[in-house]
């Protein structure tokens, strides 16, 4: 085993903070996956986001699987007075979310610029071991090379100062960027090492808004991403490229809260690569699984639809686990499997008109509760009539909170105060129980089954139900 002397960092600065998106009702499930995966303290939610501080790396931040997005997060403040207040007011408001801070807007793109170097340098490292050389390089090809990279090194910092002296030169021109420009060549001299602060001002980035609740009804996304750009450019110097940028900086205003952030990847973790045929959610299926406590097992797949199964045949082969997992062409009614065979069984009960409420969905959990051991779990995603039909009650109506409960009224967004905040990042597993109470209130077990979880979460048009339950018997005995 080699040893290696110190060197960079595996991971970002001490102290660096995350925010991630999530589908309304995975919150807590994010909340327990970056405690768990990243060790990641500080932990608190908002509605369809979730707010961390790691030291993880890139590789580690890209295992997250109940996360849609992952952003680094530069601002995190309360929301923009709008009643009573002009546009202009507003305007000046978001200019001071750079103008008053700048050197938390340098800190955040050092952190930034840091994760992708040591990203790069780990993916080369790992090529190299992956290739090593079949022969020893001789020492007179080593000292070429050098000369050879240190010649190049020479002409790319020739060419960095014309360009350097170019943009200079514009920028005189510009007048007005003049001391702001001062004032960033200041604020360059403290950030990180690992960060060519030469290419600082060469940046090119693009503004990406949301704006909802009362403050969307002032202002347009348009006119948010039009001023802080200008802002950007005339701290700065970057440059907007709204095609190709090095950088996209996320800003979402609401009623709640005003949370600016660097997107960490521009493809979103959700995407997974080796889904070639979209299904479920992954968001969600990974949601499902997690709750089931899998282990090791051997996994079996059923369907009886054609076309589903080989949908699901592509994706195990874009995973490399077609070797891993057996598909069968069944109805869920009559699984060919013994009696108390299977520990775990995760299933999307279908949402269509083709499947019948009532007697189809009472036979599919009776051949579930058939062949599930004693002691096993099934996890469901059920839709609000599956739900209602299973309780025997009508079903609720209207928008789901993040944690099951129902708000006020329509677009309402649920937020904690600081001392909720900070019981929810203490007292992740309670507020597990004590957010789904409602929703597991009045659910009667289904013969051996016994309801044990339940989450209220969305499917984007609709809403539906994740349900877990126990198999705490076996009927007939």
């Known amino acids: 085993m080699a040893v290696v002397s110190a060197g960079p960092r595996s991971g970002p600065a001490p102290g660096a903070h995350f925010f991630c998106t999530a589908g309304r009702g995975l919150e807590p499930f994010l909340m327990r996956e970056v405690r768990e995966r990243l060790a990641a303290t500080q932990v608190e939610y908002i509605s369809g986001k979730v707010f961390f501080t790691t030291c993880s790396d890139l590789n580690m931040l890209k295992q997250l699987k109940s996360a849609e997005r992952l952003f680094l997060l530069i601002k995190k403040q309360l929301p923009f007075p709008v009643s009573s207040v002009s546009k202009g007011k507003i305007f000046n408001e978001l200019q001071r979310l750079i103008n008053d801070d700048p050197e938390s807007w340098l800190n955040a793109i050092s952190i930034w610029k840091n994760l992708l170097e040591l990203d790069a340098k780990k993916e080369k490292l790992s090529h190299k071991n992956a290739n090593p050389l079949k022969r020893k390089v001789g020492e007179d090809d080593i000292t070429a090379k050098k000369l050879k990279t240190e010649q190049i090194q020479d002409i790319q910092e020739t060419k960095e100062c014309q360009l350097e002296k170019q943009i200079e030169e514009k920028i005189l021109e510009q007048g007005n960027f003049i001391t702001e420009g001062e004032k960033f060549q200041e604020l360059q001299n403290d950030v990180t090492e690992a960060v060519d602060t030469r290419n600082q001002t060469n940046l090119t980035f693009r503004v990406s808004c949301r704006c909802s609740g009362a403050i969307a009804k002032t202002i347009t996304a348009q006119e948010v991403g039009r001023v802080i750009g ?3 450019m005339k701290q700065f110097g970057w440059k907007a490229d709204l095609r190709n940028p090095n950088l996209e900086i996320f800003i979402h205003l609401s009623d ?12 979103p973790l959700a995407c997974r690569a080796y889904i070639k045929t979209a299904g479920l959610r992954s968001t969600i299926a990974w949601a ?13 797949g059923a369907d009886v639809s054609d076309s589903q199964l080989s949908g699901a045949y592509d994706n195990l082969r874009a995973a490399g686990l077609e070797d891993k997992i057996e598909l069968l062409k069944v109805s869920v009614t009559e699984l060919p499997l013994p009696s108390e065979s299977i520990d775990i069984i995760i299933s999307d009960i279908p949402f269509g008109k083709k499947f019948k409420l009532g007697k189809d969905i009472k036979r599919t959990l009776q051949e579930m509760e058939r062949v599930l051991r004693v002691g096993g779990t099934i996890v469901l995603l059920l839709s609000e009539d599956h739900h209602k039909h299973l309780k025997g009650g009508e079903a609720r109506s209207g928008p789901l909170n993040s944690l099951g409960g129902h708000t006020e009224e329509p677009g309402g967004e649920e937020c904690l105060t600081p001392a909720e905040k900070a019981a929810v990042s203490e007292l992740v597993p309670s507020s597990f129980t004590a957010g789904n109470q409602e929703c597991l209130d009045g659910m009667p077990p289904l013969g051996s089954l016994v309801p044990v979880d339940c989450y ?16 705490a018997y076996s009927p007939g005995r």
């Open 230 to 232: 200008i802002t950007l």
């Open 256 to 267: 709640i809260y005003s949370v600016l952030g660097i997107p960490v990847f521009r493809v």
């Open 288 to 300: 499902m699984a997690s709750l089931a406590e899998i282990k090791d097992v051997y996994y079996v």
């Open 456 to 471: 209220r979460v969305s499917l984007g048009k609709t809403d539906a139900l994740i349900s877990k339950y126990k198999k």
